[in-house]
């Protein structure tokens, strides 16, 4: 192993300096001013002079947080020749108070800056820009624990009554449900059974005896899909099911004998209905 003597290096201010700097000054109760400051040379590289008028150009989109400034005989802003206290002259182009961005005073720090044209110079302004920044996401205020807790025990009452209510209508749907099966099964018990050369399933079977417990009366789709299924809507087919059963017993049926559709409301049963029954047949 060895050691080497090493070098003390001190970084220099001025060649950290990019020559060109951006505060805000704030006097008193007064709206910050946008002031951008040049070194001589710089003003000198760009070809600008201090008889020189600019137009001021804020970028938007992508570009925000950037700013130009374009020698224009047009323009209504100039550059104005200052001396700091330590005796070094710099250039101030004072832009006045900027909607734009904060509020509030910020020292004026070295910024990048490009040549864009010869007559036009862009900046990118210190990082206090960003906070001002409508593309970028804003950082949600945490709330206070007495507020938060009294949200979520709000939530949880909501929670509670939104539950009660489903419970409720739940509960009431499977009563009407109960009760369409009740009539439902009570029609059923008088009708006699089929003749077994109708030749029908045992689900065409239950359709054909609501209709002939109803003779003459319209049945809906839902009775019948009650009287079949229950109550149980898990295992629910596509009630078009029912005109797959209807259409299956037209053919079956006797030529006295007929299922009127009722577009939109249901079906019902006409005819000589005593033809269907063994009963009759014997």
Sequence with gaps: MAFEEIEILTASKTASHTGVSVGLVKIRNGKALLKINFRPHVFEEMGFAESDHFVPMLGTGEDYGMIRLQ?????????????ASH?????????????????????????????????????????????????????????????????????????????????????????????????????????????????????????????ASRHGKLVSRDSLMTLIYGANADELPDDKIIDVWISKIRPKLPISVSIETVHGQGWRLKGDVKQLYAVVAA
């Design 71 to 83: 020698k224009n005989k047009g323009g209504k802003v100039r550059a104005k020749l200052r001396e």
């Design 87 to 211: 005796g070094a002259r710099y250039f101030c182009v004072n832009l006045g108070q900027r909607p734009e961005f904060v509020d509030r005073a910020e020292k004026a720090v070295p910024c990048q800056w490009e040549k864009i044209d010869l007559a036009t110079i862009e900046i990118v302004l210190p990082a206090w820009v960003d906070e001002t920044n409508p593309s970028k996401p804003k950082r949600i205020a945490a709330e206070p624990p007495t507020v938060a807790a009294g949200r979520r025990e709000a939530e949880r009452m909501r929670a509670e009554a939104q539950a009660a209510v489903r419970r409720r209508e739940e509960s009431e749907l499977r009563q009407v449900q109960s009760e369409m099966r009740k009539v439902v099964a009570d029609a059923l018990k008088d009708v006699p059974e089929f003749h077994p050369k109708l030749g029908l399933t045992v689900a065409e079977a239950d359709v054909l005896g609501v209709l």
